[in-house]
Nanobody, 128 residues
Framework: QVQLVESGGGLVQTGGSLRLSCAAS????????MGWFRQTPGKEREFVAA????????YYADSVKGRFTISRDNAKNTVYLQMNSLKPEDTAVYYC?????????????????????WGQGTQVTVSS
């Protein structure tokens, strides 16, 4: 069982930056692929970024590529999302997710079905 707690959300102006953090419980954090997703009212939760357990592989949604950076510190059981050049359309609740190994394979979550554990979410609001 993994518990995820996000922090770092808030209100920022267009063009500003925020860094989200997600702290995970457990002693096997490095075996989990980690991801960030976001959701706005009335819309499906969408993929933002993901990182493999060893940090060797990262993935980004086209809408955030070049502006957001995902990273992790396995010694601290924490994954980060650095968000720069924020736009009003980035406004959403941001969720951290963890994907456990399946069939001996590491999973880097890019789809909702890849995710086994979710955080409670943190609100990011970008004002125009």
């Amino acid at each position: 069982q993994v518990q995820l707690v996000e922090s770092g959300g808030g209100l920022v102006q267009t063009g500003g930056s925020l860094r989200l953090s997600c702290a995970a419980s457990g002693r096997t954090f490095s075996t989990y692929g980690m991801g960030w997703f976001r959701q706005t009212p009335g819309k499906e939760r969408e993929f933002v970024a993901a990182i493999s357990g060893s940090s060797s592989t990262t993935y980004y949604a086209d809408s955030v590529k070049g502006r957001f950076t995902i990273s992790r510190d396995n010694a601290k059981n924490t994954v980060y999302l650095q968000m720069n050049s924020l736009k009003p359309e980035d406004t959403a609740v941001y969720y951290c997710a963890a994907a456990q190994m399946r069939g001996g394979w590491y999973v880097t979550p890019r789809k909702l079905v890849d995710c086994d554990y979710w955080g409670q979410g943190t609100q990011v609001t970008v004002s125009s």
